[in-house]
């Protein structure tokens, strides 16, 4: 596997989170708390300390390790501040070779093409790579900017999951997507 990083596009710069980064993840959960709300499981109070985000980023590490999971951030030019957040989870290899893709961006990046620049540069590499075959994005019927997104990013539309994810506490339907490799785009 080519595990290289980071990626620089015109306004970030993404890679892989690690252990030094508890300070800025703290602030990019505090800040983007309620923006974040609508569209994620419920969250303790614990998960807006600086403990909870040293063990997130211990276990994704692991993660990395085994496999498992590949979260990144993409940080300001400067790799200062984190703009946004996507992960490559639940990988399975096999004859599968796919994962579920997740992302967020702060309320103070959404709406400028920020997203679509990060994962638009993310998903050649998670083809190449990581030799995935299938990147799976799922998201609630209302999250229309999170549809508007997949669909500029060539994902198409696959199924209808009744009571998919526990969303703020509530089990919400999904519509599933992905994007297949050298099906949608040139990857
Ligand atoms: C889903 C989410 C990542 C989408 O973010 P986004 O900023 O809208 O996505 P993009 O980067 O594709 O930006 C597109 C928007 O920027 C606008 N835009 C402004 N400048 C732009 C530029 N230079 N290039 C492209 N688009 C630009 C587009 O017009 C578009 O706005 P519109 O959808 O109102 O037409 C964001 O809403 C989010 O983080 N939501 C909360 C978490 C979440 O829902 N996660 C996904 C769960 S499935």
């Known amino acids: 596997m080519n595990l290289i990083h980071p990626i620089q596009t015109s306004r970030t710069v993404m890679r892989m989170v690690e252990p030094g980064d508890a300070q800025r993840l703290l602030r990019y959960r505090v800040q983007n708390r309620e923006h ?11 998960y807006y300390t600086l403990d909870h985000c040293v063990q997130t980023l211990a276990e994704s590490r692991e ?15 400067a790799g200062n501040e984190v703009l946004a957040c996507f992960t490559f989870a639940n990988i399975v290899r096999g004859a599968f070779q796919a994962c579920h893709l997740g992302y967020g961006i702060s309320a103070a990046w959404q ?10 540069a993310a998903l050649p590499w998670a083809f190449g790579g990581l030799g995935l075959h299938r990147v799976m994005a799922n998201y609630m019927p209302r999250n229309e900017r999170s549809g508007r997104l997949l669909e500029r990013l060539g994902f198409e539309r696959e199924g209808y999951a009744k009571h998919y994810l526990q969303i703020a506490g509530v089990w919400e339907d999904h519509i599933l997507t992905s994007r297949i490799r050298g099906v949608s785009r040139d990857d």
């Open 36 to 46: 974040l709300a609508p569209w994620e499981p419920l969250r303790d109070k614990a």
């Open 63 to 77: 993660a990395i390790r085994l496999d498992r999971s590949y979260p990144f951030f993409a940080l300001d030019l």
């Open 111 to 120: 709406g400028r093409g920020v997203m679509q620049e990060v994962l638009g």
